[in-house]
Antibody, heavy 118, light 107 residues
Framework: QVQLQESGPGLVRPSETLALTCNVSGGSISNYYWNWIRQPAGKGLEWIGH???????NYNPSLKSRVTMSVDTSKNQFSLKLSSVTAADTAVYYC????????????WGQGTLVTVSS | EIVLTQSPGTLSLSPGERATLSCRAS???????FAWYQQKPGQAPRLVMY???IRATGIPDRFSGSGSGTDFTLTISGLEPEDFAVYYC?????????FGQGTKVEV
């Protein structure tokens, strides 16, 4: 059974860079699209973007200037960096797997809360 | 960007009743790329329906989906206690992928 697990600092200072990793177990990271989605407390879901193991990416235009995603196939994990964070970036961040570029999300991580505060 | 608007915001029903959730898109969405998710407090979303009308693995047949173009519906016939949750619609046929703001189904 595929499992995804997010990890990273739970507190980030304003203007700094948020960095999260999603570890994939129970299956290879190859041949799938790996997504990041976030959810502020009490609010809806926002797709941040996805990455394919080749390095091809697709970012949400609303965040594109601040987002960088990467994949480490040797560790079966992928990562998110979001720069110049503000309080508006405080959210639960989820990673999720897509079978292809235009795919529903069957497998999700449990989510990790990132708070932006000084 | 395709904006998805869900209605109502909150649906107050009792177990055994029928729930009808709506999602309207700001422009036409291929039904092949339309999904519904269920989310309970403290949990990740769970895929309920994809392709607008195909139940995801493990989803009971009291859940059904329909719609095309700009109007989609998720119906839960005979609510069970475990169905009370927030439901989100999603389109994944164009970029950026977008979600509706959610409909809370409460007792």
């Amino acid at each position: 059974q595929v499992q995804l697990q997010e990890s990273g600092p739970g507190l980030v200072r304003p203007s700094e860079t948020l960095a999260l990793t999603c570890n994939v177990s129970g299956g290879s990271i190859s041949n799938y699209y790996w997504n990041w989605i976030r959810q502020p407390a009490g609010k809806g879901l926002e797709w941040i973007g996805h990455i394919y193991p080749s390095g091809s990416t697709n970012y949400n235009p609303s965040l594109k200037s601040r987002v960088t995603m990467s994949v480490d196939t040797s560790k079966n994990q992928f990562s998110l960096k979001l720069s110049s964070v503000t309080a508006a970036d405080t959210a639960v961040y989820y990673c999720a797997r897509g079978r292809d570029s235009y795919s529903r999300f069957v497998y999700w991580g449990q989510g990790t809360l990132v708070t932006v505060s000084s | 960007e395709i904006v998805l608007t869900q209605s109502p915001g909150t649906l107050s029903l009792s177990p055994g009743e029928r729930a009808t959730l709506s999602c309207r898109a700001s422009q036409s969405v291929s039904s092949d790329y339309f999904a519904w998710y269920q989310q309970k407090p403290g949990q990740a979303p769970r895929l309920v329906m994809y392709g607008a009308s195909i139940r995801a693995t493990g989803i009971p047949d009291r859940f059904s989906g329909s719609g095309s173009g700009t109007d989609f519906t998720l119906t839960i016939s005979g609510l069970e206690p475990e169905d009370f949750a927030v439901y989100y619609c999603q389109q994944y046929g164009s970029s950026p992928r977008t979600f509706g703001q959610g409909t809370k189904v409460e007792v």
